[in-house]
């Protein structure tokens, strides 16, 4: 019996491949609205990110979501994702 694929996907940060659902997805849907995407399903350009705290940081200060999403990202985005990973770890 062959084993199911597991889906992998490089961190933006850190550019290490991990397994789909050890990551957290970003999502830029076609209105330019950018999410937190907990489930992965929904529609639009896909950003993936590690749930470590070093790799938060390095998103907010090299503002790697302008080069990954090709647009300008508010700093309040940056925020929201940095409070919802690193407010969950603590």
Do not use: H, W
Request: charged share 35%; with cysteine; hydrophobic share 30%.
């Amino acid at each position: 019996m062959q084993q199911k694929k597991v889906p992998m996907r490089t961190c933006i940060a850190c550019r290490q491949e991990k397994e789909k659902r050890e990551m957290l997805r970003i999502v830029r849907n076609s209105e330019g609205t950018i999410a937190l995407d907990f489930s992965g399903k929904l529609q639009g350009r896909g950003a993936y990110l590690c749930k470590d705290p070093e790799c938060v940081k390095k998103l907010k200060r090299q503002k790697l979501l302008n080069k990954s999403f090709s647009c300008f990202v508010p700093d309040e985005i940056y925020q929201r994702i940095e409070e919802e990973l690193l407010g969950a770890a603590k």
